[in-house]
Nanobody, 127 residues
Framework: QVQLVESGGGSVQPGDSLRLSCAAS???????MAWFRQVPGKEREFVAA????????YYAESVKGRFTISRDNVNNTVYLQMNNLKPEDTAVYLC?????????????????????WGQGTQVTVSS
């Protein structure tokens, strides 16, 4: 059983940056990790994913060029660097850990690949 705890959210203005962190309670170095986001009343939306080695990274079109996902396998932590934030980025951001080790394909952009989820951290972008 893996527990995931997100941190780093907050309220910022358009154009600002935030760095989200996701700390895992046990070793996740063999598993893909991802960030999703959710707005009340809407489906959970894929944001970014990273495979176990950091060689493969995937991003939603809406965040490409602005967000960067990375991981530290020594400390079992995943990060999401978010730059040039926009009001439409406002959401609860959730960290997820993959079900199957070493998965690296584009299926990492889908919810079904993930078996463990954090509680989320709120990001609000407003002027």
């Amino acid at each position: 059983q893996v527990q995931l705890v997100e941190s780093g959210g907050g309220s910022v203005q358009p154009g600002d940056s935030l760095r989200l962190s996701c700390a895992a309670s046990s070793t996740v170095s063999r598993y893909p990790m991802a960030w999703f986001r959710q707005v009340p009343g809407k489906e959970r939306e894929f944001v970014a994913a990273i495979n176990y080695s950091s060689r493969n990274k995937y991003y939603a079109e809406s965040v490409k060029g602005r967000f960067t996902i990375s991981r530290d396998n020594v400390n079992n932590t995943v990060y999401l660097q978010m730059n040039n934030l926009k009001p439409e980025d406002t959401a609860v951001y959730l960290c997820a850990c993959g079900k199957t080790p070493f998965t690296s394909t584009t299926t990492l952009q889908t919810r079904r690949e993930y078996g463990y989820w954090g509680q989320g951290t709120q990001v609000t972008v407003s002027s």
